[in-house]
């Protein structure tokens, strides 16, 4: 009796020694890190922030692992990440689409801006105006010419219905003035609606520009739909420079990040955007890889990368509430 | 001379690490397309990161043997346990669980594996023969195409409930509303979400699946335990399903070229076509054999032969479009990417002799799926001896365990026991699963590419139609498929009369 009463006491004592022990964290990280990716495994970003992960681990002396939680848009992943402790082991890659246009879509998601506090702004990926390689236009100011010409409304693929390249697209169809009909594809920029170019039930669509290495020749990129070039293709015209500003600066991009959860002790969230920043900016990361996937990679500091989201939403809502005033 | 040429490239571009890398994707795929809720594509997933630093060839081996092993193993579950380990067995399910009741498993075994040989056989020497000239059809499959074919697969709902047309519908029709939780494919929209993101995403077809087969057979079980039995020796069992080569050999031709068609199309898939080849394998029933769905080896046949058939046909408008056609292809794409290898109209011009390396292992593959797949029935005949109760045990855990190895969601398994419950309750009452796992697969796709067709046709959809020669004939095989059992029957009531 006296001996179980002893093992009770001593297992009470060793559970409250770690209790009290958790809250100062000088030993932060002892445990690995998990980051909450909202793409599936077999996605380039989703490959990127692997490799991000393995650099970050050096830095931290713990393994970070990447979970794929996906679906609706990574809205699965932002509220799954949110009933985590703020304890700075559960990060969550969030996405301009999820963080902020699907909320504005639909605002009873759980979760807000003030639920996150940026780590780093990671990728900015822009998208393009793309037709089948066979299509008559060479670049935005033919395709808008080939479109008056037309005399009808054009099929213009906006990949997913609630996504940030459905509003950049429709607004760039509204500036150039063209009528259009937006189709919308569930599996976001890069599958079907490709497919609709090359088999010609889609005009035009909005893409990104890797696509072009995946599907060989048989689709072109007319320009971005940005302000501004980028250095993914640095041949590439923008909207802008020919004549139809999209208007929307450093947001035109489809940004996608790393956040901790708000209420994560502070020097916990330092050291985090300290070591994301070093690999981020870091050459080791730059050699690991190359390409496309390397050039939508796009360090943002944690205070501008905060600072986005709420710009983005100002942005983003007067277009929304006119898509869902359409009734589309 | 293609053959010596064939020779030629093989010896040069397959050697010992590319056949050991096969083997080895063949029996990993084996093993989780057996066990209920871990499937090829967790497999393939997994096995990404040990083909970064293989050759393109050997990676590819490895990948493609996952696949094949894959879409032959859930066959096994389902005929020894009664669990479908992949969709696409649900069909095969049907006639190969009441063969092995009956105690004729390891020959409803044995079935499936000349089935899914041949299946992907056939389809590999399509895909050497014609690769690049068949992707063309690929291209022509709009959303209006795949609309109409999904549907054709959905008319096969009343059919497969057997005595009761009626519950077959009402079952499909209740796959179908499920389906449509989640988000509206074309407006975004919440529907039947009840404000939870979880169910946003739309209900997983892992947890359905294993919920509905899985689980509710551990139940079932509870109550009145079913062996699956051998009363014959291996030997005249086996004797027995290898002659169907020569006794049924229509149905294992029409079966493969159905895989392999359905393959070439994005976005349909192995379930859609292990069920349409089945529904064929129905209208040509031979008089001697039992019904379907009480063990006709017909119906294990073309399911098998179909679905094996869809992995090479599913390869086709991947490697020369790269439009990959399912979730597992689109996996395999990112293996060969991974490689520094583009699928694509320039592959066979850049890289043919990867090109032409992974149509050999394809066929290679198909052909070591027999020798290794009936090594494998004779494993699991001997695991079968275990006491039931230990067997089940084992069942539950790896539902389980599988279920969320998927997306590692605690509330993925609160729903496999909802569809636990609810396999266990329909099956019960003499409701038939299948069609609903049919309506449940079938609806989204058809769902999306219709409204995406209203869309394109820009409010006239009849004349768009109209325009779609391939959408049309479809159709009209529809109703054909619809009218001709009604007129059937109107015909022999009014013969009396007359």
């Not at chain 2, 335990?225 to 005249?236: K, N, V």
Request: aromatic letters at 8%; one cysteine or more; proline letters at 7%.
């Amino acid at each position: 009796m006296t001996r179980m009463l002893k093992t009770v006491t001593l297992g009470i004592a060793a559970s409250m020694a770690v209790l009290f022990a958790a809250p100062a964290f000088a030993d932060w990280p002892d445990r690995p890190i998990t980051i909450i990716y909202p793409w599936p495994a077999a996605d380039p970003t989703s490959v990127a922030m692997r490799t991000i992960g393995e650099l970050v681990s050096d830095e931290l002396g713990q393994p970070v692992v990447i979970n794929n939680v996906t679906g609706a848009g990574g809205t699965v992943a932002l509220a799954t990440a949110i009933s985590a402790e703020a304890d700075g082991y559960t990060l969550v890659s969030n996405w301009v689409a999820a963080q902020v246009s699907a909320r504005l879509f639909n605002p009873d998601l759980p979760y807000s801006n003030d639920d996150f506090v940026a780590v780093a702004g990671v990728f900015a990926i822009p998208f393009t105006l793309t037709v089948a390689a066979n299509h008559p236009a060479n670049d935005i100011a033919e395709f808008i010419e080939w479109a008056e010409a037309q005399g009808r409304t054009l099929n213009f693929g906006v990949c997913a219905p609630q996504s940030v390249p459905r509003l950049i697209g429709e607004q760039f169809m509204t500036v150039a003035d063209i009528p259009y009909n937006p189709i919308p594809f569930s599996g976001g920029c890069g599958g079907d609606n490709v497919t609709g170019l090359l088999n010609g039930t889609l005009d035009a669509s909005v893409a990104v520009v890797p696509l072009i290495n995946a599907f060989g020749g048989q689709i072109k990129h007319l320009g971005l739909l940005t302000d501004e070039r980028h250095p993914i293709d640095p041949d590439l015209p923008s909207a802008a420079e020919m004549g139809y500003p999209v208007g929307w600066g450093g947001n035109a991009f489809g940004w996608g990040g790393l956040a901790a959860l708000s209420g994560t002790p502070d020097d916990v969230v330092m050291r985090l955007q300290d070591a994301f920043g070093a690999v981020l900016t870091g050459d080791a990361l730059a050699s690991e890889l190359e390409g496309n996937v390397g050039a939508m990679i796009s360090y943002i500091p944690p205070g501008d990368f905060q600072e986005m989201w709420a710009e983005s939403e100002i942005l983003l809502a007067p277009h929304v509430q006119s898509i869902l005033g359409s009734g589309n | 001379m293609i053959v010596i040429e064939l020779f030629q490239i093989a010896t040069d571009l397959i050697g010992v690490h590319e056949l050991a890398f096969l083997t080895l994707g063949l029996a990993i795929g084996i093993i989780v397309g057996a066990l209920p809720g871990v499937g090829p594509l967790i497999g393939v997933i997994m096995a990404i990161p040990f083909t970064y630093y293989a050759e393109p060839v050997a990676a590819m081996a490895l990948l493609i043997g996952i696949y094949q092993g894959g879409s032959y193993g859930g066959a096994v579950a389902a005929t020894m346990i009664g669990i479908p380990g992949t969709p696409m067995a649900a069909a095969t399910m049907l006639d190969a669980r009441p063969m092995a009741l009956a105690g004729r498993a390891s020959e409803a075994v044995t079935l499936s594996t000349i089935g899914s040989t041949f299946g992907g056989v056939v389809s590999a020497l399509v895909l050497i023969a014609v690769a690049p000239q068949l992707a063309a059809i690929a291209l022509r499959f709009g959303p209006a195409e795949t609309a109409a074919f999904a549907l054709l697969g959905l008319t096969a709902l009343g059919a497969l409930s057997g005595s009761s047309p009626m519950k077959g519908w009402a079952m499909g029709f209740l796959g179908l509303f499920v389906a449509t939780i989640g988000l509206d494919p074309v407006t975004g929209v919440q529907r039947f979400s009840f404000g939870s993101t979880y169910l946003d995403a739309g209900i997983a077809l892992v947890p359905l699946l294993v919920g509905l087969f899985g689980i509710s057979e551990v139940l079932m079980q509870v109550e009145k335990p079913l062996r699956a039995s051998d009363e014959d020796t291996g030997a005249s069992a086996s004797a027995r399903a290898f002659s169907s080569l020569v006794s049924r050999p229509i149905n294992y031709v029409r079966s493969a070229l159905t895989g392999v068609f359905v393959g070439i199309i994005p976005g349909i898939g192995g379930v859609t076509a292990s069920f349409l080849s089945y529904r064929m394998a129905m209208s040509f029933r031979k008089t001697q054999d039992p019904e379907f769905g009480e063990g006709n080896p017909d119906g294990v046949i073309a399911s098998e032969t179909a679905n094996s058939a869809v992995t090479g046909g599913a390869l086709i408008p991947m490697m020369s479009l790269s439009i990959p056609g399912d979730p597992i292809v689109a996996v395999l794409m990112g293996g060969l990417m991974i490689q520094g290898v583009q699928p694509g109209p320039q592959l066979f011009l850049q890289n043919a002799d990867v090109a032409q390396g992974i149509f050999l292992i394809f066929l290679i593959g198909a052909i070591l799926l027999l020798p290794l797949g009936l090594l494998f029935i004779k494993g699991v005949v001997r695991v079968l001896k275990l006491p039931q109760w230990s067997i089940m045990a084992g069942v539950l855990m790896i539902s389980l365990v599988g279920t969320y190895s998927v997306a590692r969601q605690i509330s993925d398994l609160w729903l496999l026991i909802v569809f636990g419950l609810l396999g266990y309750g329909l099956r019960k009452a003499n409701f038939p699963l299948a069609p609903l796992v049919i309506g449940f697969v079938l609806g989204p796709i058809f769902e999306s590419n219709f409204r995406r067709t209203i869309l394109i046709s820009q409010g006239d959809l009849f004349s768009y139609v109209q325009t779609r020669p391939i959408t049309v004939s479809v159709l009209c095989l529809i109703a054909l498929f619809v009218v001709l059992p009604l007129l059937t029957r109107i015909l022999r009531r009014s013969k009396p009369l007359a």
